[in-house]
């Protein structure tokens, strides 16, 4: 089955600057990459996605790049505000699973004033 | 429109004791997901419903989880005896077909075995 790395683990920035999340995945065939925001005490929210037959995706302060070569996709959040503080996952999906998710390990984003 | 609700939102149990939770999605979404979150890792599906049926429990535990979606509505999820192991948050999510991935997560249940 799918595997999903995320790195780092924690993460501190001061506000303003960009932060950056790297995840790898093991399927080839794997074909959807959302990223997902959860704060404290909530389910985990839909931020960005991004499909195999796109290698970059923007939305606002938030972006997301794909190499399926190297089978890693990132996110990118520009600008950071203290309101972007959170736990951050990546996940990924292949044809046939019926949207099943696999998710990383997470990311804790800490935006410093 | 409503989200996903989730009761109870924390539950302690002691181990061996059995636990139950409810799950009611958004309406006419026709495929549910449980998740399971164990603390400091990523979601981890247990099983998936499209309307009423089972479309992937290979990753349930079923000789103490089990799960039904009556009437392809509300879902409940029991564990029966629970573990230690079992401490976690239980993550409900429904999307509006089988293939599509633009789920919505309720807030979960925070289940802890002592």
């Known amino acids: 089955g799918e595997n999903v790395e995320q790195h780092p683990s924690t993460l501190s920035v001061q506000e303003g600057d960009s932060a950056v999340i790297k995840c790898t995945y093991s399927?080839?065939?794997?074909?959807?990459f959302p990223w997902y925001k959860q704060e404290l005490g909530k389910g985990p929210q839909l931020i960005i996605d991004?499909?195999?037959?796109?290698g970059e995706k923007k939305d606002q302060r938030i972006a997301v790049t794909l190499n399926k070569t190297a089978k890693h996709f990132s996110l990118h959040i520009t600008e950071t505000q203290p309101e972007d503080s959170a736990v951050y996952f990546c996940?990924?999906?292949?044809?046939?699973?019926?949207?099943?998710?696999?998710f990383g390990t997470g990311t804790r984003l800490q935006v410093t004033l | 429109e409503a989200g996903v609700a989730q009761s109870p939102r924390y539950k302690i149990i002691e181990k061996r004791q059995s636990v139950a939770f409810w799950c009611n999605p958004i309406?006419?979404?026709?495929?549910l997901y449980w998740y399971q979150q164990i603390l400091g890792q990523g979601p981890k599906l247990l099983i998936q419903?499209?309307?009423?049926?089972?479309?992937?429990d290979s990753q349930l535990p079923k000789d103490r989880f089990s799960a039904e979606r009556l009437k392809g509505v509300d879902s409940t999820l029991k564990i029966q005896p629970a573990k230690l192991e079992d401490s976690a948050v239980y993550l409900c999510?429904?999307?509006?077909?089988?293939?599509?991935?633009?789920?919505?997560f309720g807030s979960g249940t925070r289940l802890t075995v002592v």
């Open positions: 999510a429904s999307s509006i077909h089988r293939g599509d991935y633009g789920y919505t």
């Open positions: 399927d080839s065939a794997s074909n959807y």
């Open positions: 991004i499909r195999s037959n796109v």
């Open positions: 996940a990924a999906s292949y044809p046939g699973t019926a949207s099943k998710l696999t």
């Open positions: 309406s006419g979404h026709a495929t």
């Open positions: 419903f499209q309307n009423n049926g089972v479309v992937d």
